[in-house]
């Protein structure tokens, strides 16, 4: 296996930012929120690869994320697997659903795309909701601890370093698919969709193959939420979810892997932020999000390198 | 006809003609703009809780009605100045987040105006069920579907025989085109917005005395509004209706026969199934690309 | 008698009422270049939509290579070895010049999934010989001074070679060039012309879709001639030039002259 990508220098400033960041995390409730950033960080990774990369989109993406928890979550409380077996199996599964129910889903274009993707996330929410004998409906169920070899995996600053640990791992797959045949099949579908058909790709499989990495990358955060917060609810699996964070995703600027994880990193922080304006809280949180995406369209990240640049000609 | 199902068919007319309403402002605000407005949802939310508002305060339905609809047509208004209009151009994924961006701060506006409870509106002329093949129905209902109906043939008029509703369906099917012609393409713009919004207010009037209103009764509704849409063929005004339609009387007949806890999930299950057979919808148009 | 690489039998298509290509058929031999021509609207570009599995045929069937291949998708025509370069320029703007070309050779590289995801050996090697071979399609095509550019950057007549260069990456048999000469000047038209003289001694067949007269005559071993969707007639430079039915329709005797 060759370390090295071509993005070497980003992903050695993430994981500088991962090593020293507990330095300035002074309580439990800031480790809880780093930990809250690298999960969103990882699904954010894995929509922007989706959206940003391969020019598709996704608004159920909490779907997967729903799965992923209450998969672990209801295989380890509900039927006594360890905890490993559940992740495997709830992995697995979802990435069985996601080629399923991609190749058709992945035939359409644009706002029916939209469309169906919205349908399959709500579909998966109001399940998760009804079948309340399993899942605890409305009101969620508790998670056991993780346990590795009879090893409990718990608490804020042990599952800092696994997540983080897991974010660098997902930054750095993502970073070897971009640039790699496949990642390139990706690309050039979002480029132009025929020429890539006549050069060999075959559009349905490159994007069913992205959607079911994306849908991993969702599934294998929301096992780890699971797990760590000992508690889930469907909160989480609803379409506001995927909404946050297809707005993380474009936020911080599509077909960037590190604008993602900044993406995540800063609409996570923010509506923490904001819960000092109480009642105003949505109204700003919702202007906010309308005037970065009249004012900076293409993302910060892209934006701030074009800016970088302009300002490097001068 | 058994009673049961003339029941089920009656609510889901009623209910489908709402889902028309709001489905016919997507597709309007589509054919100017190429935009899906996920704030659509929130007119029908500002339509029936500025009436219940306007009422409470001492002004009768008949004015409040009209000031209520004005109201969520001047939003419309500015939501298509002060969001839409600064990002033309922007990609599909980045207008859809600013007018989800909208909807929430029109939610988050919602609950500082007025509140969180639910409200009810009084209906329009009393509530004393009505027999109908041996089925019961409100005569708010047939409120419901009588100003529906009206509304659909006055727009099928409007935009057949009058200057301006002609100058949006040029402008729908090619706004450079149209601007040539002399046709002021913002004005277009900035009208099928407050078209939009006027006909989700009135969705949000007629069925706030059946099915109470609140500051989130958008979101739902905004979402099979665009299902609907949808189903009925993007940018197909008469897609529109008929997939409302279709939407309420399937999900009605859905959680009659198989499931009532479902019920919302079949609309969605609805979507999924006719996409993948017919991925323009039912009425949609379908091109093939010239390389 | 060989047989011919391609066979076109009484190939239609119709969009609604408009009957674009009307019973078309044709023979085209391996190794050589023909070319289809005929006055806008004639149906060339639809017929190579057709061959190139971008349009299904409303009738008729294509064989290449002995194999019925009509209808299928336009990536399992790249599998059979068939490439192709567009009209209106189907570059991927969003990636390097180089990158361009590398796609070209997709169905040639080794590494999946999870090579990529995992970078393995397998993959490293496989992206040295894919840049290696992809800068030598480049400077083939002329396109030597491009190799570190970005797509978005390049002039008209560069992303013409550059497609072409594309195209080549899968070490295709069958070459489909759709008006390569399009837009360009007299200079650029030239090298055209020298490209496509090199592209026919390696081997591979041409198909070239062209208005210039000039190009055409002078490069083409076989010419198809279409009108209003039909063919007019087919044959060397020399019998297309002197057949009544082609000068009427297309060629007059002042443009004859010129070639």
Known sequence: ?314 | MSAQLAQYLLSGLTVGAIYALVALGFAIIYNASHVINFAQGEFVMIGGMATVALANAGLPLLLAVPVAVLAAAAVGLALEKFAVEPARGASVVTLIIITIGASILLRGLATLVWDKNLHALKPFSGDKPIELAGATILPQSLWVLGVTLAIVLLLGWFFSRTLIGKAMLATSHNPLAAQLCGVNVRFVLLLSFGLSAALGAIAGILIAPITLTSWDVGVMLGLKGFAAAILGGLGSGAGAVLGGLLLGIAESLGAGYLSSAYKDAIAFVIILAVLFFLPSGLLGKKSAERV | ?259
């Not at chain 1, 997967?64 to 495997?88: E, K």
């Not at chain 1, 993707?117 to 899942?135: Q, R």
């Not at chain 3, 011919?4 to 044709?26: E, H, I, M, Y």
């Not at chain 3, 567009?86 to 990158?99: D, G």
Request: aromatic share 8%.
């Open chain 1, 1 to 314: 296996m060759d370390w090295r990508t071509p993005r070497t220098g980003g992903l050695a400033l993430l994981a500088a930012v991962i090593l020293v960041l507990p330095l300035a995390l002074i309580n439990n409730y800031w480790y809880e929120v780093a930990i809250l950033v690298g999960i969103n960080a990882i699904v954010c990774v894995g929509l922007n690869l989706l959206i940003g990369y391969a020019g598709q989109i996704s608004l159920g993406h909490a779907g997967f994320f729903g799965l992923g928890a209450y998969g672990s979550a209801i295989l380890t409380a509900r039927y006594g697997w360890p905890p490993v077996a559940a992740l495997a199996a709830t992995t697995a599964g979802v990435a069985v659903l996601a080629l399923v129910v991609g190749r058709p889903i992945l035939k359409l274009k644009g706002h029916y795309l939209a469309m169906a993707t919205l349908g399959m996330g709500i579909i998966i929410s109001i399940v998760v909701v009804t079948e309340d004998g399993l899942t605890g409906g409305p009101d969620g169920m508790s998670v056991p601890a993780f346990t590795l070899f009879g090893l409990g995996l718990a608490g804020e600053r042990a599952w800092y370093w696994v997540v983080g640990a897991a974010l660098l791992g997902a930054v750095w797959m993502a970073l070897n698919l971009i640039e790699s045949p496949a990642g390139r099949a990706l690309r050039a579908l979002h480029g132009s969709e025929v020429g890539a058909q006549v050069s060999g790709i075959d559009a349905t499989r490159a994007k069913v193959g992205i959607f079911v990495i994306s849908a991993v990358f969702a599934s294998l955060a929301g096992s780890m939420t699971a797990h760590y917060s000992g508690f889930i609810t469907p909160g989480k699996v609803g379409f506001f979810h995927s909404i946050e964070l297809v707005t993380m995703v474009v936020f911080g600027g599509m077909a960037s892997t590190f604008g993602a994880v900044i993406g995540a990193a800063t609409l996570t922080l923010l509506p923490q932020l904001l819960t000092v304006l109480k009642e105003y809280e949505m109204v700003v949180f919702g202007a906010v999000m309308v005037a970065t995406m009249v004012f900076l369209p293409r993302g910060f990240l892209p934006s701030l390198v074009l800016e970088l640049k302009k300002k490097k000609q001068k």
């Open chain 3, 1 to 259: 008698m060989i047989a011919p690489q391609l066979r076109v039998t009484a190939v239609s298509k119709a969009f609604g009422g408009v009957l674009a290509v009307d019973q078309v058929s044709f023979d085209l031999e391996a190794g050589k270049v023909n070319s289809i021509i005929g006055p806008n609207g004639a149906g060339k570009t639809t017929l190579l939509n057709l061959l190139t599995g971008v349009y299904a045929p409303s009738a008729g069937n294509v064989v290449f290579e002995g194999a019925d291949v009509t209808g299928l998708a336009p990536h399992l025509l790249a599998a059979r070895g068939m490439a192709r370069t567009f009209q209106n320029l189907q570059i991927f703007f969003n990636m390097s010049a180089l990158e361009n070309v590398m796609v070209g050779r997709h169905l040639r590289e080794r590494a999946g999934w999870f090579a990529a995801l995992l970078r393995s050996r397998r993959l490293t090697a496989g992206e040295r010989e894919s840049r290696d071979e992809a800068a030598e399609l480049m400077r083939f095509v002329g396109l030597g001074d491009y190799l570190g550019a970005e797509a978005d950057a390049m002039p008209y007549g560069a992303l013409k070679r550059l497609e072409i260069a594309r195209a080549l990456g899968g070490r295709p048999k069958l070459l489909l060039l759709d008006e390569p000469a399009a837009g360009l000047n007299q200079t650029e038209t030239q090298a055209i012309n020298a490209l496509i003289v090199r592209l026919a001694d390696s081997g591979v067949t041409v198909v070239l879709v062209e208005h210039n007269m000039r190009l055409v005559m002078g490069v083409s071993d076989h010419i198809v001639v279409l009108d209003y969707g039909r063919k007019l007639c087919e044959g060397t430079a020399e019998r297309v030039r002197n057949d009544p039915k082609v000068i009427e329709a297309y060629l007059g005797s002042a443009e004859l002259a010129q070639c």
